[in-house]
């Protein structure tokens, strides 16, 4: 059971460069998320996904942008990265019954300098 | 909007003793849930608990218990028999019954359990 999968698990960039954040899923689930964990803190949602072909922004949605092209990928871009956007970032899938928990996957180190 | 207040950053407690960790909430929704997830110094989040905002018993699994009082919009983790392995961050989360359906976390509370 692979559950949600985040690809990579550590990067560092530099200041102006762009990243691809993978996330990928294999539960079928209709509900994909992006979260930010700043140090200390608890987590902020960037963008969603109620299913394939919509996104819409969370909380902290600016420097970022997200597609969803299939139920199983929801990846995350980054462009001209910001020292503020080191972070530590998850993925995270759920189905639509309400009790239902959030999958989490095991998260991604992103260091900006 | 949804808010989860955590007002614990950090709490102790001895091995083998229970420990409460506090969450209140704020929501205009009529129907929603409240979560706990654990979040070891490994880095991932680990469910532990679900409340739905209509349930009449309060929710239990294993050592877990939340003390859900809807009219003080309280939802407060009790571990029972602390073990050195409960040493962790603890977040409070809920999320609305409609729209996107995400957790709204709180800041979260460091449990250390000492020996």
């Known amino acids: 059971n692979a559950g949600v999968t985040q690809t990579p698990k550590f990067r560092i960039l530099k200041i102006g460069q762009s990243m691809t954040l993978q996330c ?3 539960m079928n689930h209709n509900y994909m998320y992006w979260y930010r964990q700043d140090p200390g803190m608890g987590l ?3 963008y969603y996904s109620v299913g394939a072909g919509i996104t819409d922004k969370g909380e902290v949605p600016n420097g970022y942008n997200v ?3 299939t139920t199983e990928d929801f990846p995350l871009r980054l ?20 009790n239902e928990k959030l999958f989490f996957g095991s998260g991604t180190q992103l260091s900006v300098l | 909007a949804q808010k989860i207040t955590q007002t614990q950053p950090g709490m102790f407690v001895q091995e083998k003793e229970a420990v409460t960790l506090d969450c209140t909430y704020d929501t205009s929704d009529p129907s929603y849930g409240l979560f706990w997830y654990k979040q070891p110094s490994s880095g991932e989040m680990i469910f532990l608990i679900y409340q739905g905002s209509y349930d009449q018993q309060n929710a ?5 218990s939340l003390n859900f009082q809807k009219a003080r919009k309280s939802a407060n983790l009790v571990i029972s ?9 603890y977040f409070c989360a809920m999320r609305a019954h409609t729209g996107r359906r995400a957790l709204t976390f709180g800041s979260g509370t460091r449990l ?4």
């Open chain 1, 24 to 26: 990928t899923q294999d």
């Open chain 1, 44 to 46: 902020k949602l960037i």
């Open chain 1, 67 to 69: 597609s969803r092209s």
């Open chain 1, 79 to 98: 462009e001209l990265a910001a020292p503020s956007q080191t972070s530590v970032y998850f993925c995270a899938s759920s189905n639509t019954v309400e």
């Open chain 2, 60 to 64: 239990t699994e294993g050592r877990y």
């Open chain 2, 81 to 89: 028999a602390s073990q050195l392995g409960d040493s962790a961050m």
């Open chain 2, 112 to 115: 250390q359990v000492q020996p």
